[in-house]
């Protein structure tokens, strides 16, 4: 396998280094049940988290998965740096060199800026998140998080995307890598959020009804992201959960059915989900939360910093 210095997107992964990631994730999760959940792998390397959009998940799973690995972290705040007093981001990342650190967890509001940052620095640089673009290490954590309910072979798995389609990257990151895996894959969602340029062999439904006649294995809720829509998509939150959100009576359904549940987080209780989806039997949430440190701990330990095989201006 070629070394790779960084992890963009879902697209430039080849099946081997797919493959290599979530069979690695494996015995780093069954570290999880040791009371040494330490290995040596990365001592003496430093993992920079550099994140532009507030996190929860991503950012402390990275900090675990490093720590875990033995590396050193530091978290870039960017709300208390040098950031607030204009400084730019490739002004940043010069900075950050100049401090040799190894890898860079970066998530920003503008698609490509890990990719114009990965260019500038010699440090590998793992994307976090950028704009509606991509959250690969979500999309691996979901394959493997799937892998793992349907016991590896999830060809022909039947996965329903629900949500706000149009500006989630971690649909566009996970719907790939479903497919690519041999899944099937749907979305249902407000018309006007449902991106143009689908392929055609996704499903599209803008009514459950539609949606249960399709039989799906699994639905992925997506948060409503009011934070990127500069006009309103829907009339009113309370329209919109009722409509689209997974309530009460289609959780029935889908109890009934063994339909298991995925959500990326954070949660909006009462706008996609009802309050009891979190207790629901077959809720794959917190699996997906703890799948995540596993999954970061094989990036990590795949990429190798400075080994770029990209362009460098
Ligand atoms: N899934 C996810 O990206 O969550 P955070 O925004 O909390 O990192």
New binding site residues.
């Given amino acids: 396998m070629t070394p790779r210095k960084d992890l963009l997107d879902i697209q430039s992964l080849t099946d081997e280094e797919l493959e290599f990631i979530l069979s690695n994730a494996v015995p780093f999760k069954n570290l999880f049940k040791r009371s040494v959940k330490k290995v040596p792998t990365l001592k003496g390397r430093t993992v920079l988290t550099l994140f532009y959009e507030?996190?929860?998940?991503?950012?402390s799973s990275f900090e675990i998965a490093a720590s875990r690995l033995s590396a050193d972290v530091t978290n870039f705040s960017v709300s208390t740096s040098s950031v607030v007093k204009g400084e730019s981001v490739l002004d940043t990342v010069a900075t950050l060199e100049a401090m040799r650190t190894d890898y860079v967890v970066v998530r920003h509001s503008m698609s490509g800026i890990p990719n114009l940052i990965a260019k500038h620095t010699n440090a590998s640089v793992i994307n976090a998140?950028d704009g509606f673009h991509a959250?690969p290490t979500?999309g691996l954590l979901d394959v493997f998080t799937l892998r793992e309910v349907f016991g590896g072979d999830v060809r022909g798995a039947r996965v329903a995307f629900i949500g706000d389609i149009q500006h989630s990257r971690?649909a566009r990151s996970t719907n790939l890598l479903c497919r690519r895996m041999g899944m099937q894959t749907a979305m249902l969602a407000p018309g006007s959020l449902i991106p143009r340029e689908l392929p055609q062999e996704i499903a599209v439904f803008q009514d459950w009804k539609e949606l249960y006649a399709w039989k799906p294995d699994v639905i992925y809720l997506l948060r409503v992201q009011t934070e990127r829509q500069n006009v309103p998509f829907f009339p009113s939150i309370g329209e919109y959960h009722r409509l689209f959100g997974l309530t009460d009576e289609r959780l029935k359904w889908a109890r009934d059915n063994g339909i298991w549940v995925m959500h990326?987080?954070?949660v909006n209780r009462g706008v996609e989900l009802t309050d009891s989806v979190m207790e629901y039997e077959r809720s794959l949430i917190d699996q997906q939360v703890e799948n995540g440190i596993a999954v970061r701990m094989s990036v990590l330990y795949w990429l190798k910093p400075g080994s770029s095989t990209e362009d460098k201006p």
């Fill in positions: 507030p996190s929860t998940r991503t950012r998140g959250h979500q971690v990326p987080g954070p």
